[in-house]
């Protein structure tokens, strides 16, 4: 599982190896600092020792992973048994400035006092034009500074003696015949060179005499700034504080963010509690200030269902702020293009392509991938129910909610008849009875601020809809494992959103159908978790506390792979208590 | 009250021999200072024509009304002088109405400087975030995390910034600056953003004094934080 730490503003994202792989600077359109090719830049790490040199992805390391709890840090262990070194690596952002820590604790599992060479390497495309960066060691700082004319990064390491990293290289990068400067570190030596303009990378080494079975620590921090001077200030206060302050500061920080949860969460049992801290955790750090970002290919894209799937627990754990500041944002991007959300985003804002295109010569267009559009009119409804203020939320209904619904119903009534070819998708029933959810739900809110003529336009939609669901034959499928998902979510649609009542006997059978045909599945499928979810949903909604049981012991033996599933294991967890 | 009637008594109210003989002493003290410094006197600003407002900043709106323009150059720095009535809307109460004595200074860095507002506590934390509807989107910043802060300043100032560039605000705003401003700006507003340095008062009344002290404590700001710029820019090389 890629991994990611984040506060507001900065993102990493952090391989099995403990690597960083992307970084985004989140307020600025820069993408992924690396670079967006394939051969940018990974930030690796490496250990010499006894004459030889070992990245941690050279395949000799055996490493394993997991997020800390409160901290948001991804705790990697890697050990290589034939050198008899281990590496712990604790990489976090700090909550309230923009600098990204690393812990390295280095254990010695040799009898022989050793000099152990720890070489971090990082390099840095900006999606500027190579002419604009550079790379440049700078004395005063003891750091390199990775240059470009909209984001600078220091990078700069310290012992707990104070001393900084002892060696250093600067170089061109995978151009003019150079592969990169963590080859220089090959012989343990690295060359010194200290500047270095076009598309470049640095490498870095910290040295440590360890005795026999002891170890020692190291910290490297990447402070990210718009400007030279600015990150030359962050970096000499990451410096000053140190990683100690850091990190307390940030568990602090997140722990004062899950505490009213903990207090609604109480009647769970202990393990299940600690797990839906942990997956409470999982979702926040993938929630930046335009959505919730899942993995695509390698890159972090936002991903508007995702982003419903993962706000709406959020929401019933009284988190209103995100949830209203994403619609905020929402509203501003609309009034600025006046066109729906796309389903999926890249960081900069611009729309993903995903094979079906929302917008077809601009002009809107309806297609299965515009229901979640529905989801977010259900989800902003949910909001409105919920608000303490709800009055607070009229400027967002008026520039981005209701002029949005409008367009969907536009766009449905023009397209009258074309229903079942347009949503011919094996998750039609969802997707109807998603998108009827949401135009009932703004009908509500049209009503809360007495916009009647919408309110009715917009329940007479939605009962169309409903119908429409309704009308859709459904079975279970369980071909291929993707029908059998597509098949349960059509399920969940239709108790979830109320189309057929809960206890009618085509759910109830289809229910069993569903909970057999799982079984089946190998325990690492990747569609176990949801499937287990809906139906522990299911059954918690018709009172069979036996059976949601065992859908609940199910799912906790299923590992999250992104924050969705994160999600929906915390949606069902809150159905248990609510 | 009909809208109608509420603009026509506006109207008249401007055109009250009380307000127009306010507006003809101000017209004048601005002048006498404008010829003094070698300033140019505009009068009204019009933004019909104008991509941006003359000063900028947390008040900056294409409604403003802004009076008594005039430009020039002081102590090698390029300054803009305006009278603004401003109307604020925060969100959830009624609109404010302001009027602010605001003198601009352009800053020679060429990065820039973070958005800053400082504001004199003689106004508490709610009328700010009231007033000033962008500062809920920044924090009240506790300074002190790489130096210990004069008192006088801590007391008489809230910093209003974002939480991620406090150490490079602390590098900009040095304590001895703070202590500065503690002692002779107290109680002007002063905004730095991106790059330039407003000083501003809400005085109700402009003097020769008060503007006077707008332009120069407004200059000596931008030249030390040029200065201060220039010696951390110094220290990357």
């Not at chain 1, 079975?213 to 990210?224: D, G």
């Not at chain 2, 009637?5 to 506006?10: N, W």
């Not at chain 2, 991106?194 to 000083?199: A, E, G, L, P, Q």
Request: charged letters at 20%; hydrophobic letters at 35%; proline letters at 4%.
């Amino acid at each position: 599982m890629i991994h990611v730490v984040s506060n507001d503003e900065v993102a990493a994202q952090i391989n099995n190896f403990g690597e960083v792989t992307a970084l985004y600077f989140i307020n600025e359109s820069a993408g992924n600092l690396l670079g967006e090719q394939s051969d940018s830049p990974v930030h690796k790490l490496g250990v010499y020792v006894d004459g030889q040199l070992s990245w941690l992805d050279d395949g000799a390391w055996e490493v394993s992973q997991q997020y800390a709890i409160p901290t948001l840090a991804v705790h990697t262990s890697a050990i290589h048994r034939q050198l008899k070194i281990a590496l712990e690596i604790d990489s976090f952002i700090d909550s309230r400035r923009n600098v990204f820590w690393r812990s390295l604790h280095v254990i010695n599992h040799s009898e022989q006092l050793r000099t152990v060479r720890v070489f971090a390497h990082q390099g840095f495309k900006f999606c500027a034009p190579s002419s604009l960066i550079r790379a440049e060691y700078i004395k005063s700082a003891r750091a390199i500074m990775h240059y470009s004319p909209s984001v600078t990064a220091f990078v700069a390491s310290s012992h707990y003696d104070g001393s900084s990293f002892d060696d250093w290289s600067v170089g061109a990068y995978k151009r003019d015949g150079f592969e990169g400067t963590y080859v220089d570190a090959s012989d343990g030596e690295l060359a010194k060179n200290s500047y270095e303009s076009g598309v470049a990378d640095s490498t870095i080494r910290m040295t440590a005499f360890i005795p026999g079975l002891s170890s020692n620590r190291f910290t490297y921090h990447l402070s990210l700034a718009r400007t030279p001077t600015e990150a030359y200030s962050l970096q000499t206060y990451a410096r000053k504080q140190g990683f100690n302050h850091a990190y307390q500061a940030t568990g602090a920080h997140w722990h004062e963010w899950i505490d009213p949860a903990t207090q609604v969460i109480a009647g769970l049992s202990p393990s299940l509690s600690k797990r839906f801290i942990a997956y409470l955790l999982l979702v926040r750090t993938h929630l930046f200030k335009a959505g919730v970002v899942e993995c695509n290919q390698g890159e972090l894209v936002y991903d508007t269902h995702a982003t419903l799937y993962s706000l709406w627990p959020l929401l019933r754990l009284g988190k209103q702020s995100e949830v209203q500041q994403y619609f905020e944002r929402m509203a501003k991007k609309y009034t600025q293009t006046n066109q729906p959300p796309s389903r999926y985003c890249d960081l900069t804002g611009r729309a993903v392509d995903n094979g079906s295109p929302d917008i077809d010569k601009g002009i809107l267009t309806f297609s299965n991938s515009q229901c979640h559009v529905g989801g977010l009119l259900f989800l902003f409804g949910q909001l409105h129910h919920l608000h303490s203020h709800p009055k607070q939320l009229h400027s967002i209904y008026k520039e981005f909610s209701s002029p949005i619904t409008t367009q969907l119903s536009g766009m449905l009534d023009a397209q009258h008849g074309k229903k079942s070819t347009q949503l011919s998708s094996p998750a039609a029933i969802y997707d109807l009875a998603l998108l009827s959810a949401g135009f009932a739900s703004m009908a509500d809110v049209a009503e809360a601020f007495k916009d009647s003529a919408n309110m009715i336009a917009w329940r007479t939609q939605a009962e169309a809809l409903h119908e429409s669901a309704a009308e859709l034959p459904f079975s279970v499928h369980n071909q291929t494992e993707q029908d059998l998902l597509q098949s349960a979510q059509n399920f969940y649609g239709l108790f979830m959103y109320g189309v057929v009542r809960a206890n009618d006997t085509i759910l109830v059978d289809a229910a069993s159908t569903i909970a057999e045909y799982t079984g089946r599945l190998s325990q690492d499928s990747p569609h176990r978790l949801k499937i287990h979810c809906w139906l522990a949903q299911y059954y918690i909604e018709t009172n069979n506390s036996k059976l949601a049981t065992e859908q609940i012991h199910a799912l906790v033996r299923c590992q999250p792979q992104s924050p969705s599933d994160a999600a929906e294991i915390l949606s069902t967890l809150l159905d248990t208590i609510t | 009250m009909t809208k109608h009637s509420t603009k026509t008594t506006k109207l008249l109210k401007s055109l009250a021999p009380k307000s127009m003989t306010r507006h003809y002493k101000t017209q004048k003290i601005v002048q006498s200072i404008a010829d003094e410094y070698g300033m140019v006197y505009f009068g009204r600003a019009d933004y019909q024509h104008e991509e941006t407002a003359l000063v900028r900043g947390l008040t900056a709106s294409r409604s403003n009304s802004d009076n008594h323009y005039c430009i020039g150059t002081y102590g090698g720095y390029d300054v803009v002088f305006v009278d603004r009535e401003t109307t604020q809307h925060p969100p959830h109460t009624q609109p404010v109405r302001h009027a602010l004595h605001m003198v601009q200074v352009d800053i020679k860095s060429p990065e820039g400087l973070p958005h800053i507002f400082l504001g004199p506590k003689n106004h508490n934390e709610q009328w700010y975030e009231r007033v000033f509807a962008m500062l809920a989107t920044r924090h009240s910043l506790q300074l002190g995390l790489s130096h210990a802060y004069p008192n006088q300043f801590t007391l008489n100032y809230a910093v209003y910034g974002t939480q991620t560039q406090q150490p490079y605000i602390e590098q900009l705003i040095t304590p001895d600056t703070a202590l500065t401003i503690a002692n002779h700006y107290f109680p002007l507003y002063i905004e730095l953003f991106d790059d330039h340095v407003i000083v501003y008062s809400d005085a109700p009344k402009l003097t020769a004094e008060l503007l006077e002290v707008l332009l120069k404590n407004a200059v000596w700001l931008a030249s030390t934080l040029d200065a201060t710029y220039n010696s951390l820019r110094q220290r990357i090389g």
